[in-house]
């Protein structure tokens, strides 16, 4: 069965450290790819995601993510993190992608990612 | 605010009772899925409706139902409640298939 592995639990950070959150996934086919976001209090919304193309994907809030076909990998980056990234950071995958299909996700346990100011 | 609403927020029951959770999606959002987050989990897929039709099912016994209405709001209906259902069921909507979800905000169900 697919599934997705993030390697961290929780990350502490001062603000201006740079954030990297890893994301494995088992499944050798054409996979989406995304990366959703929890803040304190809110709904889970998207940051970004990746079909195909360019494997180095921007997203909102200055968030990146690279696509490593030969890692099964999809780490988060952002080169210098503010209080206000706190949050918990899920990645996901659609592993029976039609097109763009954004549906069906199998998302990881999750990170929680404190910033300290 | 991404437009879906679930209710209740909270929600307690025994166990072998019956639950109905209920998502009002966008205008127009003619997709609807459903997921359940145990404690300390990511969101896991229970099943997806487009325009009234079931088509996608995750790992879920057929205990766990659904239903979606032209007004576009929907129904999670899960019988024979077990303890391990507790959990927050999330609410997806979307346009369609290709378009990004939109979360609602969830309902805690907790069986005692």
């Known amino acids: 069965a697919q599934s997705v592995s993030q390697h961290n639990h929780h990350v502490i950070l001062s603000e201006a450290a740079s954030l990297e959150l890893g994301c494995n996934y088992s499944?050798?086919?054409?996979?989406?790819l995304f990366w959703y976001v929890q803040y304190p209090g809110q709904h889970l919304q998207l940051l970004l995601k990746y079909f195909s193309g360019d494997p180095l994907v921007k997203g909102i809030k200055g968030f990146e993510a690279e696509f490593i076909k030969s890692k099964f990998s999809f780490n988060l980056r952002k080169p210098s993190v503010q209080w206000s990234d706190t949050a918990e950071y899920f990645c996901?995958?659609?592993?029976?992608?039609?097109?763009?299909?954004?549906?069906?996700?199998?998302f990881g346990k999750g990170t929680k990612l404190s910033v300290k100011p | 605010e991404t437009g879906v609403t679930q209710s209740p927020t909270h929600l307690i029951k025994t166990r072998g009772q019956q639950v109905t959770l209920r998502c009002s999606s966008q205008?127009?959002?003619?997709?609807v899925s459903w997921y359940q987050q145990a404690l300390g989990q990511g969101p896991q897929f229970i099943f997806q409706y487009y325009r009234e039709e079931e088509n996608g099912r995750g790992n879920f016994p057929p205990r766990f139902s659904g239903l979606q209405f032209p007004n576009y709001s929907s129904e999670l209906n899960v019988n024979a409640l077990e303890l391990d259902d507790s959990a927050l069921y999330l609410c997806a909507s979307s346009w369609d298939n290709n378009s990004p979800l939109h979360f609602g905000n969830g309902t805690r169900l907790t069986v005692t």
């Open positions: 205008s127009g959002h003619n997709t």
């Open positions: 499944y050798g086919g054409t996979v989406n």
């Open positions: 996901a995958v659609n592993a029976t992608p039609v097109g763009g299909s954004q549906g069906n996700l199998i």
